[in-house]
């Protein structure tokens, strides 16, 4: 048995997975994502000292948050993205019962919300604007109000999904990150962050219009449905 | 199916456009869960073919459809739910005599459902399971010690219902109860099985969930009409403290309904429409191919007509 488990005010088991971490087994860390190690047959904790130790160390994120084709059986036809935060993944449902399946970051509080949208817009290397809040919060946005241009060290990444519900632009996306070692973390600001190349990836296969089921367990349910 | 009750809510969003004018004999109404869909179009082909009357087929929820077999605007419903809809069944077919309840029905079931791996992996077998803090745990997503749990969507009576038995049972101490539309449910479901998490939801069947999944229904102390206390949230600000139903649902059925009218102005069509016969299965099957393979309900209830013919004939007999 292998998964994901959240501790300390939050438990949580999700996926399961097969890490060849060779993450050390002192834990120090509570509260954070735990992977399973088969090597000792013990969770280890996954947090973001951690995920920035195997990122630099193997140069990509644990299996269990890499790109990959599994089987998933579901009504939805092929296209559709489900996106479940408690796991960390994101799927692209494929004809013939599979999905692609990618690993994500989530936001530090849940999204605080669930419920079916769609991708309304797409971009590539999107432009990215600091909300007001952080403007006056964070001298280092102060800059960029009027608009960070797109690029490597723009926070949105390569690519952006743009989620409306009927006309309406939601706020979130789906967007790539220049921190790929936060993808199975809890980091972002609500937004639904992926590596580069799977954005990328996710972009080259979906359309404007394309529907987005958002799961109402866990990361959906921190500030309530 | 969704059998459930769909609520006041959605059937007063479709009144506006629900009767249309119709240049055919007959107008089957239609619902829109996948079964309903299939079986409305399988009565239109079955009677276009051997009948050779003109059938217009019209997406209505159940509500408008009692509506519309009272006054004459629809003639067939396809697929009505007990004892979710006695109420509108005591109505126009007890008191009013205006819809006809085919006799023949499918067995149907509805309560709370765990798939396979929840049930072994984590011994869930029996709703008291889940007034144990330490199993409803299990379902914990979000942290706060209590499980999650999908209780229907909003809007379907049966909801109101499953919140009252949530309350009835304890679980509702223990449990955070959601409700959303029923595709997100659904794809938590798959999200769960794909990578063998334990989930506990709402189910109803025939449902194509069941050929989708392995999935397991929860046993409970049967139904005891002397605990069956519903008041609806539609009747009263103080349903839920009123109610009480620590039981299971009544055994439940679906049948075919038409105009009580159609009896005289078309008797052949009465008389098919009395002798559909529809198994759980082959509703099972229906919900599947429409919802699951996608194909088309008119389609796909034109291929099933030409399959059954010796079925169909035996309808008229």
Known sequence: MTGIMRLGGRLRRAVALSVAVGLGTTLAFADQTQIFDPKTHKWVNYDRKKARQYYAAHGQVPDAFRRQVVDFRTAEKPGTIIIDGNQHFLYLVLP??????YGIGVGRDGFGW?????????AEWPTWTPPAEMVARDPNAVKFAGGMPGGPDNPLGARALYLYQGDQDTIYR???????????LDV?????????????DLYSQVQVGAKVVVLMQGAALYKGV | MKPLLRGVCVTAAVL???????????VVAMPNWPSGQASANIIKAALEKSLEVKVDVQEMGT????????TGTVDVYPEVWQPNFDQLIQKFSTERGTVHLSSR?????????????????????DVADLKDPAKAKVFDTDGDGKGEMWIGARGWLSTDVERIRAKSYGYADTMTLLEMPEEVAMSAVDAAAATDKPIIFYCYSPHHVFELHQVKQLSEPPFDAAKWNIVLQADDPMWLSKSDAPVAWKPSSFSVAYATSLSKRLPQVAKLLDNIDFTADEVTAMSYAIEVERQDPAKYAEQWVASHEDRVKAWLQ
């Open chain 1, 174 to 184: 789906i967007h790539g990150t220049p921190e790929p070692w936060t993808i199975g």
């Open chain 2, 63 to 70: 509500m408008i459809a009692f509506t519309g077999l009272d």
């Open chain 2, 105 to 125: 029905n499918v067995a149907a079931t509805q309560g709370l459902c765990v798939t396979q791996k929840t049930y072994d992996d984590f011994g869930i077998h």
């Open chain 1, 114 to 122: 669930a419920g079916i949208v769609r991708v309304g817009r797409m």
């Open chain 1, 96 to 101: 013939g019962l599979k999905a692609v399946r």
């Open chain 1, 188 to 200: 972002s600001s609500g937004c639904i962050r992926m590596n580069n190349d799977d954005i990328v």
């Open chain 2, 16 to 26: 506006g456009g629900a009767f249309q004018v119709s240049a055919a004999d007959l």
